[in-house]
């Protein structure tokens, strides 16, 4: 299977809503203009016991529909109710009883330009409002009429004036221009939207550099127009790095076995719930010269993580243990023996393995929370620092122990060992696994103890060869 970046990013409010069910607050921002226009005609509605009609006047894609749905985010007690085209706004109104919230807005949609609708349905729809405003049903009602043109704006409050006057749009202008979130809040907007919806990803997990975001904000009149350039920016990015990686599509997983267990370090180097590689936060945890480099353009190497996957997995040290004693070779286990190792095979030896994130991840379903393992005692911390201290000179004797209890678990289907990778990489993938999802390049971090710097330098580095094998990265620096 071929890794796609299948990035979620509406610029659309029905969409938004179907894909954030719930979690809308986190991602949408406050419209104070439009919200305080809002609360004035409230405070009319109440003294005058009357509704109100409201001509929201915005260019396509400034975000009036998630304006007027998400009200409630930041008023309280507002309920938004819509019906759209085909539903006729007389009867509508007529079959409405009254609200038991403090506000009700109601938002008739696709009808925003003056070819959506006849002359003749304009005027019929005005009267219907007028009258609906002036009932107990409508007392505590805005009734909202969503126009990105001005034609139909213009022909809204002539008639509104016509024929309901001041008691149906108040005393101020009959139509509020709404402008949507301002420039400033565009890049925020997006990064919040991808979070949320992309585990965790940002803009420059896309490949689109804080310098060219801004340019996309200044190019770009609406937040609709922003967000619908970011998904044209993401896509050239992916043929980009498609055409170069076309010798070979994969994922890269790097797999850290350390004996203090740093579960908590690469909790704080990820993000999401696939323990995708969170490139901004490695870059601001270590200082090596890679990185010195890499910090010039973080968004090719977070475009580059995205595209293959990177994903940072541990393997616990009883886990480890019990794999490579009941799977290594005859030559593994005359070595282990030498250092002074058990090398017993162990029954419970495919369960521990299964119950890492390492085995989860091959399901490409969200992992859970972490299970918590048993308790590593010292003489179990002895053992793995000798395995360690062979992995150092013959790792791939303690790698294919790993990969054939993998394959004994069914989770992978094949695997080879020391596979280059395009040109210029500084070392062979130690483990090129075969799955149901494609094929997974694993690269086994083996350590006596380990933290965030490192981790992260080693991960770092390792996506670099990789960019550069393909030509993505063009730097001449690369390290082990």
């Known amino acids: 299977m071929k890794p796609t970046i299948d990035i979620s990013l509406p610029d659309r409010y029905d969409i938004l809503a179907r894909k954030a069910v719930g979690q809308l607050s986190q991602i949408i921002s406050p419209v104070d203009a439009a919200l305080d226009h809002i609360d004035v005609l409230h405070a009319d509605m109440r003294a005058s016991s009357r509704g109100t009609f409201l001509i929201l006047r915005g260019d396509s894609g400034t975000g009036k529909s998630t304006f007027i749905h998400t009200i ?117 907007i997006a990064n919040k939207t991808l979070a949320l919806l992309n585990q965790g990803e940002t803009l420059h997990d896309l490949g689109i550099s804080d310098g060219r975001a801004t340019q996309l904000v200044e190019e770009s009149s609406t937040i609709g127009v922003f967000l619908a350039k970011i998904r044209r920016e993401l896509l050239s990015n992916q043929r980009q790095l498609a055409t170069l990686a076309k010798k070979e599509i994969c994922r890269v997983w790097v797999v850290v076995l350390a004996g203090n267990e740093p579960e908590g370090d690469i909790d704080g180097l990820t993000r999401g719930t696939m323990y995708s590689a969170d490139i901004d936060r490695m870059l601001s945890v270590t200082n090596a010269n890679i990185v010195k480099d890499l910090k010039e353009f973080p968004e090719k190497l977070g475009m580059l993580g995205t595209y293959l996957d990177a994903r940072v997995l541990h393997v616990p040290v009883l886990a480890a243990l019990a794999a490579v004693r009941t799977y290594a070779s005859d030559n593994l286990r005359t070595i282990m023996r030498s250092e002074g190792m058990l090398v017993a095979p162990e029954r419970d030896a495919k369960d521990r393995l299964a119950n890492t994130n390492l085995v989860a991840s091959f399901s490409d379903t969200p992992i859970g929370a972490r299970k918590v393992g048993g308790k590593v005692g010292s003489n179990s911390i002895a053992a ?28 992978v289907s094949g695997c080879t060992y020391e596979q280059d990778f395009g040109t210029g990489m500084s070392r062979r993938t130690d483990i090129v696994a075969t799955s149901d999802s494609g094929t997974v390049r694993l690269e086994m971090m083996w350590r006596r103890k380990t933290g965030r710097a490192e981790i992260a330098n080693y991960v770092l580095t390792k996506l670099f060869n990789y960019g550069k094998a393909i030509g993505y990265l063009s730097n001449n620096r690369a390290e082990a």
Do not use: Y
Not at 385 to 409: F, V, Y
């Open 72 to 188: 409630n985010l930041f008023r309280d007690d507002v309920e938004t109710i819509s019906f759209p085209k085909e539903r006729d706004i007389a009867e509508v109104l007529v079959s409405l009883g009254p609200t038991m919230r403090q506000l009700r807005v109601i938002v008739f949609e696709g009808r925003e330009a003056l070819t959506d609708v006849s002359k003749e349905l304009l005027e019929k729809s005005i009267h219907s409002i007028n009258s609906f405003v002036r009932t107990s049903a409508g007392e505590r009602t805005v009734v909202a009429w969503p126009a990105n043109r001005d034609d139909l704006a213009a022909n809204l409050a002539s008639l509104a004036t016509e024929i309901g006057a001041e008691a149906l749009t108040g005393l101020g202008d009959p139509v509020f221009r709404f402008q949507g979130p301002t420039k400033a809040e565009f890049i925020p």
């Open 384 to 411: 793995f620092e000798k395995l360690t201290k062979i992995a150092s000179t013959n790792d791939i004797e303690t790698n294919r122990a790993i990969a054939a209890c993998l394959l004994d678990l069914g989770v």
